[in-house]
């Protein structure tokens, strides 16, 4: 079964840095964009940064400058590295991605791809 898994979480200071990872697992083709998403309490969940296959990167507004997505395509795995983290980061943050696996449908095996959701990480900031 696929799954994605997030790790990196925890609690710091106002300005401090924290590197999330997410590593995707199971019986995967190929894996399209990957992201970061986040989910403060009472808000709507947002993305913060996402990534294509290709390296093309894309950040929300208020981490420009602060955040860096990348991925490791042999780990099947996307990182998000927090620099001069704030207060208002605090959120639980979630993986994303769009993973190809091969099925087999009408007797032949073909391409599937599906969205799939991490469990999520805590990331505190305290000011």
């Known amino acids: 079964q696929v799954q994605v898994v997030e790790s990196g979480g925890g609690l710091v200071q106002a300005g401090g840095s924290l590197r999330l990872a997410c590593a995707a697992s199971g019986s995967i083709s190929s894996i399209n964009v990957m992201g970061w998403y986040r989910q403060a309490p009472g808000k709507q969940r947002e993305l913060v940064a996402n990534?294509?296959?290709?390296?093309?990167?894309n950040y929300a507004d208020s981490v420009k400058g602060r955040f860096t997505i990348s991925r490791d395509n042999a780990k099947k795995t996307v990182f998000l590295q927090m620099n001069n983290l704030k207060p208002e980061d605090t959120a639980v943050y979630y993986c994303?991605?769009?993973?190809?696996?091969?099925?087999?449908?009408?007797?032949?095996?073909?391409?599937?791809?599906?969205?799939?959701w991490g469990q999520g990480t805590q990331v505190t900031v305290s000011s």
């Open positions: 990534i294509t296959s290709g390296g093309s990167t």
């Open positions: 994303n991605a769009d993973i190809i696996t091969i099925v087999r449908a009408m007797g032949i095996f073909r391409t599937h791809m599906a969205n799939y």
